[in-house]
């Protein structure tokens, strides 16, 4: 995949836009997107998987903005959502039901209604009482609700502990060996109709044999599903493929198709994927400005102007982004080993830790990288700090898609004062 950064004139530019002017015109700290990037990504993974009955559903919870959602239906991706607000996004960006997937441990009777309200093309249902209540909220409006039940086919996705998800101790999934027992009272239930199951293991593999574990343990759920007279028609195979972070070798796509090909492509079900941070996670970037560089006892601290409610990542994943200068050869004394961190009140708020860096100065700008999946959309307005800006930018020119937070939008929903 080719990288979208580049310097030019000694000056970093997404696409043919310098970071400068982005930072002059919107204000720092701001998330940036490459349309062409995101394009791209998408376009490769549908190459990959050209051949082999596979439809894509971008998992929007890595980056839901409307028009990065827009970007995707644009190119023919359905949608993944785990919350009634992410329905509404879809919706508002111009995705009919019919294209959207629900899934999500924990739905609730309202939502329920609104995704059935919408015509929502399928329900992933992650336990017995949810089948039961979706079975509820369908009789009430006198329809059959398309479900799949997610199974958990523990397998260790071998990724970071918080998310990884297909293990029998997390909380996501029905244990697969309980597959047979869902559909059989999926049967006696008249709002209903369950033909399909889905997986999902984890999130940020960087290895793709997991899922040949998991799409094996689907099959044979496939199969005696089968033999046992029921139907099953479709297949959800999740998303998790994971991007390179810190330039290590990222999983091929082409490895993964091949996996699908040999599990559960001859299985004559139609097959989903959803994938998020894969299509997302490298074409998107953290533009942040350096207010002071202050020299600690122990360590040399650059503190920037964004923090840890606006990318919350490296605090809770130890999540590692490249960071690079704006300028391509600032001048100054070199930096040495340092600590790039934010303006909030705890020692937790860093962005990165221990990282060796070139001279930086006050006042510039630096870059993270790969921030494109689980950046705005974990932000929060934490130390009462306004949700940053993003601009999503194609070719020479970019565009607001979220504009900077206010004060008076920041405090409009608190009515503590009357
Ligand atoms: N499908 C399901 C059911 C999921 O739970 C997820 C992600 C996805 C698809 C998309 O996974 P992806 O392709 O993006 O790996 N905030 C964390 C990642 C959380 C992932 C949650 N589930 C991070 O910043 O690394």
Do not use: W
């Not at 080719?2 to 043919?16: F, I, K, P, T």
């Not at 502990?161 to 101790?169: L, N, Q, V």
């Not at 942040?288 to 840890?308: C, N, P, Q, S, Y």
């Amino acid at each position: 995949m080719s990288e979208q950064v580049s310097y030019q004139d000694g000056a970093l530019h997404v696409e043919r836009v310098p970071f400068a002017r982005i930072a002059e015109e919107v204000g720092t700290p701001v998330y940036v997107y490459s349309a062409s990037g995101m394009t791209a990504r998408y376009r490769a993974l549908e190459a990959a998987l050209e051949g082999l009955p596979v439809s894509i559903y971008y998992a929007i919870k890595a980056n839901s903005n409307l028009a990065v959602i827009k970007l995707f239906a644009g190119l023919g991706a359905g949608m993944d959502v785990v919350s009634g607000g992410e329905l509404a996004r879809s919706l508002r960006a111009g995705v009919p039901g019919s294209k959207v997937v629900f899934a999500g441990v924990g739905k609730t009777a309202e939502e329920m209604a609104f995704a059935i309200d919408s015509g929502i093309h399928q329900f992933n249902v992650e336990s017995e009482p949810e089948l039961r209540l979706l079975n509820e909220v369908a009789a009430s409006k006198g329809v059959v609700a398309p479900a799949a039940i997610r199974v958990n086919p523990d397998v260790d996705a071998k990724t970071h502990a918080k998310i990884t998800t297909g293990r029998k101790e997390n909380k996501f999934g029905i244990d697969i060996a309980r597959a047979t027992e869902m559909f059989e009272l999926a049967a006696t239930l008249k709002n209903v109709s369950l033909r399909s199951m889905s997986v999902h293991i984890g999130s940020q593999l960087m290895d793709v044999a997991p899922y040949r574990a998991a799409y094996e343990r689907l099959r044979g759920a496939t199969l005696s599903l089968r033999q046992a007279g029921h139907v099953v028609d479709h297949l959800d195979l999740g998303g998790g493929i994971g991007v390179s972070y810190d330039g290590s070798t990222p999983p091929d796509i082409a490895d993964y198709a091949e996996i699908v090909k040999d599990t559960v492509a001859d299985l004559d079900c139609r097959l989903s994927i959803e994938p998020g941070r894969y299509l997302v996670g490298n074409e998107g970037y953290f533009l942040t400005r350096v207010l002071f560089v202050k020299h600690g006892a122990e360590r040399r601290f650059v503190i920037v102007d964004g923090a840890m409610n606006d990318l919350i990542r490296p605090t809770l994943y130890e999540a590692h982004h490249e960071i690079v200068t704006v300028e391509e050869s600032p001048a100054g004394e070199e930096a040495g080993l340092v600590d790039i961190v934010g303006p909030i009140c705890e020692s937790g708020d860093y962005l990165a830790r221990g990282r060796k860096f070139g001279a930086v100065a006050e006042g510039s700008l630096v870059v993270l990288k790969s921030a494109g999946a689980y950046g705005a959309v974990m932000s929060s307005n934490y130390n009462s700090r306004p949700l940053c800006p993003e601009v999503l930018v194609e070719g020479d020119s970019f565009r607001v898609v979220r504009r900077r937070q206010s004060f008076d939008e920041m405090l409009a929903l608190e009515e503590g004062l009357s």
